[in-house]
Structures are given as C-alpha cells and as structure tokens.
C-alpha cells in the first residue's frame, strides 16, 4: 500500500505559477512511475506529466512548456511546477503511482483555480 498526499493548489491569476507536491508515504524508489492527472468539472480525467523511476518525463501536449515534473526521492516527493497558468488549467490534480506489479494508487486531489 501507498498513501500519496497532494498539497499546494489553490486560487492563482493567469499567467501565475504554482508549485504542486505529491508525497508518498514510503519510497518511491520502488515505483515504476508517478504522474500527475486532472479532472475539471465535466470532464474526464487526463494525464498531464508523468516521471518514471529511471527520471524520463512525459507531459501532455497541452502543458507542455509550461509545466515541469520532478521527483527527490529523499522527501518522497514528485513535484508538478505550473507556469503560465491559463484558465483552462483548472481543475483538481491528482497524484498516481504505478508499481512493478501494476497496482495504482491515488491521492485525494488538490484544486487549481485559474481566475482572475
């Protein structure tokens, strides 16, 4: 089992920048890959970046240039930095964590709001 907590979302003005943070409640070492999701209201939930255990990263086209996924395994925590934040960039971000085995496990979310 793998507890994930999200923190640092909130109210931000476009073109703001916010710093998310995932922690794991054990190691994260033995993770095939933690990502970051989205879900806004009404729609379906998308993957936004993704970080595997070897530091490859992966982000939607979407994000792409703006927000970066970063990992320091001594805190057990994946970062999601947002620049440029638009509008359309809120929604509730969720952290996910893969194992070896296949197994998932979710955060409880933490919302961004894009709004001036």
């Known amino acids: 089992q793998v507890q994930l907590v999200e923190s640092g979302g909130g109210l931000v003005q476009p073109g703001g920048s916010l710093r998310l943070s995932c922690t794991a409640s054990?190691?994260?070492?033995?993770?095939?890959?933690i990502r970051w999701y989205r879900q806004a209201a009404g729609k379906q939930r998308e993957l936004v970046a993704a970080?595997?255990?070897?530091?490859?990263?992966t982000y939607a086209d979407s994000v792409k240039g703006r927000f970066t996924i970063s990992r320091d395994n001594a805190k057990n925590t994946v970062y999601l930095q947002t620049h440029s934040l638009k509008p359309e960039d809120t929604a509730v971000y969720y952290c996910?964590?893969?194992?070896?085995?296949?197994?998932?496990?979710w955060g409880q979310g933490t919302q961004v709001t894009v709004s001036s």
């Open positions: 996910n964590a893969e194992t070896p085995l296949g197994q998932n496990f």
């Open positions: 054990r190691s994260m070492l033995f993770l095939n890959a």
């Open positions: 970080i595997t255990s070897g530091g490859r990263t």
